[in-house]
């Protein structure tokens, strides 16, 4: 006879298997750093604007979350671009999980967008010469 314990791991390994198998595990894909969105507008929804807002205006709740709205400080593309690459007191360096095509489909969005007027584009190569020396992990 099985234990309470065996039925809830045999029912947790089932249910795992069924989203496997419907591919409901997006969840799990963006965990393991596998984005799938690739415009800047999708990646901006799908990432940023959880924190941003959808409007980029920002919040305050349970943390500051800043807006990207009309913001000064991307007129100078270096400075998402760190922020993206690094991170920067709250905000994680998620461009660590990005492509570099990525990282500039979603930094010229923004730049662009939520009443922002910074045309001059940055490229995946602007991105990869950016990017943090990648440690050995040996």
């Not at 349970?62 to 671009?81: C, E, F, K, M, Q």
């Not at 939520?114 to 995946?124: A, C, L, S």
């Amino acid at each position: 006879m099985k234990s309470g314990i065996d039925t809830v791991r045999t029912s947790l390994g089932l249910l795992a298997i069924a989203l496997l198998a419907t591919g409901a595990v997006c969840a799990q894909e963006i965990y393991a750093g596998r984005y799938p969105q690739k415009t800047g507008e999708e990646i901006y929804q799908g990432i940023c604007q959880g924190c941003h807002m959808p409007d980029a205006k920002g919040a305050i709740g349970a943390g500051a979350y800043p807006a990207l709205a009309n913001d000064i400080r991307l007129a100078a593309s270096v400075y998402p671009l760190t922020v993206v690459l690094n991170g920067q007191r709250a905000m994680p360096p998620i461009g660590a999980d990005l492509s570099d095509e990525q990282v500039a489909n979603v930094i010229n969005y923004v730049r662009t967008h939520f009443g922002n007027h910074y045309r001059d584009p940055v490229t995946p190569a602007a991105v990869k010469a950016a990017r943090p020396p990648q440690r050995d992990q040996t």
